[in-house]
């Protein structure tokens, strides 16, 4: 087994079946152990009992967590312009940026949701990974990931991608999960967020901002979640400290969750 980032052999267990790069710092799915097992996977099961109990039900839910996280973040995004939403699922977060007036896109690998999304919500998806979807150089103002970038096989080769595409003073928005949270590091293997074969790779703050840096971005604004952690148990739970106090002070123990947004770096393009 080797780094799948810098194909270093200094590997060690974290838990579970979760391993840990000495030399780079990622940390990331026993992919061997998972290998044939992530192949279609994100079916209509996954969105409908499997994973979700009913993802379509819950949109309401979802819109208004999505307008609460817009709310968070508006002060550091273009007012308007091209927004790609990158694992957009059933195109949610694009209708809410659509009523406000935004040129939406997405991109969605599930050939359910994306169809949900194109013949429901009428919005443009293509189905498929990022690369596949062939945007023009600088097309995107908003690039976002909401859940998503744990979900990728080559998160580095998907960030190369978004480079491309997102404009000189485009904005990218990362939500993952946080492997070197306190809940994290108690719970182990017990940690709602270790979700084998889903989740394949597991980024502490530190690694997601190495990776950043790696493929060109800089860190403008890091926003601490938490789940309650119980994340996979129903979806209500999943909250934002709206208390900025308490944001700051408990978000600090409790970030489960990142919300991360960058820029391109004007170095290393
Ligand atoms: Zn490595």
Not at 58 to 85: H, W
Not at 130 to 158: C, G, K, R, Y
């Amino acid at each position: 087994m080797f780094c799948p980032f810098c194909k270093s052999l200094d590997i060690r267990k974290v838990f579970g079946d979760i391993l840990k790069c000495e030399k780079c710092g990622i940390t990331f799915l026993d992919f061997e152990k998972y290998s044939g097992r992530t192949d279609n996977i994100y079916d209509e099961e996954y969105f409908r009992g499997k994973v979700y109990y009913d993802y379509f039900r819950e949109m309401s839910v979802r819109i208004k967590v999505f307008k609460d996280k817009l709310q968070l973040i508006q002060e550091y995004l273009p007012r308007m312009g091209r927004v790609l939403d990158l694992g957009c699922a059933m195109g949610f977060f694009l209708k809410v940026m659509k009523e406000r007036n935004y040129e939406v896109y997405g991109v969605e690998v599930s050939k359910y949701a994306a169809g949900y999304a194109k013949n429901s919500l009428n919005l443009n998806v293509h189905e498929g990974d990022l690369q596949s979807a062939d945007f023009h150089d600088e097309f995107f103002d908003i690039i976002t990931m909401w859940d998503v970038l744990e979900h990728l096989s080559n998160p580095q080769e998907t960030l190369i991608e978004i480079k491309r595409i997102l404009t000189g003073n485009g904005v990218l928005i990362i939500e993952t999960l946080n492997i070197g949270s306190l809940t994290a590091r108690i719970l182990k293997k017990n940690w709602p967020l270790y979700f084998p074969p889903y989740h394949l790779f597991y980024f502490s703050l530190k690694a997601l901002k190495n990776v950043l840096a790696e493929t060109g971005f800089s860190v403008i604004k890091i926003i601490p979640i938490q789940t309650y952690l119980k994340t996979r148990q129903g979806f209500k739970v999943f909250k934002y400290f709206k208390n900025p106090i308490l944001r700051k002070v408990l978000g600090a123990f409790l970030n489960d969750v990142i919300c991360c947004l960058a820029i391109k770096s004007i170095r290393g393009s």
